[in-house]
């Protein structure tokens, strides 16, 4: 019994074995051909809607995400006039805020004031052309940018 199991069994591997042999020396060139566009496919893809796929919704507001260490996505480009929105998707509180901490001089207005916690969030329209670093002032060291274009 045992015998005929282990004999049957090998038989079976041997097949399947053999079968996927002749299928990868019969499928490799076409593998390689579709595999090599996909990459090219993959590298056109992210250049473009980074800043917009994940980030704007049908409003045309810009959603940053902060998770209680940093801010997702980290750098932003943005038009003149969008609305950016700070989300804290975390218990750690978030106050957004331009740089240079504790100042918040870079850009004037740019300051959410307060910290809020989870769920809670900060939405400034940035109207002025520049690259503005800013940071949560709860925790100066969690950083992110803003382009402004
Ligand atoms: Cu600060």
Known sequence: MKKGITIISAIVLIVIIGYAYANKTATAPTNESSSIQNSTNADALPTEPTATTSTSDTSGTVIVSYDGTAFSPASITVKAGTAVTFMNQSSSPM???????????????????????????????????????????TNPSQKGTVVVQ
């Open 95 to 137: 106050h957004v805020a331009s740089n240079p901490h504790p100042t918040h001089t870079d850009l004037p207005g740019f300051d959410e004031l307060t910290e809020v916690g989870n769920a809670g969030s900060y939405t400034y329209t940035f109207t002025k052309v520049g690259t503005w670093g800013y940071h949560n002032h």
